[in-house]
């Protein structure tokens, strides 16, 4: 059995990640921690969570969080883990972390799109981004991984497999995307409030939301040229879902059908991206509750673009479902070992 801790038990990331572990059968939730709410009951603030035996919820302590612990999730704001993650690593205890700390490789990008100071480089160094789909033998070996923000997720996987043909310029990729209301976390404030987002949609952080430089920074690995995205959030009145539409302008004559086929052969063995057949139009409630990416294709002929739809849910591939996955590889467990196979539906 994998012990595991989770750092930010109270939050909606460290909630499913505790109902994903709760059924997985190599993995004990040995210790749950939290800054607010130490030597009290997960059921106090998440009464659903009632009769699953669990831990009571510790303070965080990197000296007393080894020994006790194979693996620890760290389900944080932006700036908590970049101190906290290296010392658990030192003292041989493997990190998932969800939070941004350690995804951008440039420090001086970091600060400026997440206005924390960054992690010593040679943690940054030292962590490999988790998108599993692309990079799982780096993963396997890791002690220490980003995984990745929800939109940079839902963006990448559709994006990928372009950018290494050559088919689509590099610099015109248009990036729209749009999340639940989950995705801001369960702090309360003005922006999330009920009267405010009910029977409404509004884009936020336009042309400055922290996940840009994660997808450019990605997309250039894979491509080796400079690459920028026009990436705009919208805020759509629903509890979970992304559904990311990307637009890209095509260079060449390739077809709809050549694409597909490039689709379905890059994820072929992938169990979690399903391409969906050509002309579809994926929806979030297909993904609810589940670890999938849904991407399908379409190439409009008449601009010469490539216009690509992507949904998960952002709690799940966007986030915990995602770091399940990785914990997977990295202990060397079957991929799919306790992530939902069917998604939630109606």
Same mark, same amino acid.
């Given at each position: 059995?994998? %012990?595991?801790? @989770? ?38 603030? #998440? ?11 510790? /303070? ?11 693996? @620890? !999730? ?17 003292? $041989? ?8 700390? !350690? ?16 992690? /010593? ?19 396997? =070996?890791?002690?220490? @991984? ?6 940079? &997720? ?10 290494? &043909? =050559? ?18 976390? %369960? =702090? ?39 690459? #920028? ?7 759509? /009145? ?33 169990? !979690?991206? %399903? ?29 010469? %673009?490539? @216009? ?22 990295? #202990? ?5 070992? $306790? ?6 539906? /109606?």
């Amino acid at each position: 059995m994998v %012990r595991v801790g @989770i750092v930010g038990a109270t939050g909606y990331g460290g909630a499913e990640l505790i109902r994903l572990l709760a059924g997985h059968p190599h993995v004990e939730i040995a210790n749950l921690y939290s800054s607010s709410s130490e030597g009290e009951s997960l059921e106090k603030s #998440f009464p659903h969570a009632a009769g699953l035996g669990l831990p009571t919820l510790s /303070p965080i302590d990197a000296d007393s969080m080894s020994g006790v612990n194979d693996l @620890i !999730f760290l389900a944080t704001p932006a700036g908590v883990s970049s101190g906290l993650s290296p010392k658990l690593v030192e003292k $041989g205890v493997k990190v998932i972390d969800l939070s941004g700390d !350690f995804r951008l490789e440039n420090g001086a990008v970091y600060k400026t799109w997440y206005k924390h100071e960054p992690a /010593p480089s040679q943690w940054v160094e030292t962590a490999v981004y988790g998108l599993t789909e692309w990079n799982q033998e780096q993963v396997a =070996g890791a002690s220490l @991984i980003a995984n990745p923000g929800c939109y940079p &997720t839902a963006t990448l996987l559709a994006l990928l497999p372009l950018v290494k &043909t =050559g088919w689509v310029q590099p610099n015109s990729w248009i990036v729209d995307a749009k999340s639940g209301v989950s995705g801001a976390g %369960r =702090g309360v404030s003005l922006g999330v409030h009920y009267s405010e987002i009910n029977e409404s949609i509004h884009a936020y952080k336009v042309a400055n939301h922290q996940h840009t430089p994660e997808i450019e920074q990605e997309l250039q690995k894979q491509s080796g040229e400079e690459t #920028f995205v026009q990436f705009t959030p919208h805020l759509v /009145p629903m509890t979970r879902g992304i559904l990311v539409t990307a637009y890209g302008q095509l260079t060449t004559d390739v077809t709809q059908a050549q694409i597909q086929e490039l689709y379905e052969a890059t994820y072929a063995d992938k169990p !979690f991206v %399903r391409v969906r057949p050509a002309g579809s139009h994926p929806h979030t409630k297909e993904v609810y509750g589940s670890n999938y990416c849904d991407i399908a294709i379409h190439v409009d002929q008449r601009t010469k %673009r490539v @216009i690509l739809l992507s949904v998960i849910d952002n709690m799940m591939k966007g986030a915990a479902g995602q770091a399940v996955q990785n914990m997977n590889a990295m #202990f060397d467990l079957p991929e799919k070992t $306790g992530l939902p196979l069917v998604p939630v539906y /109606p």
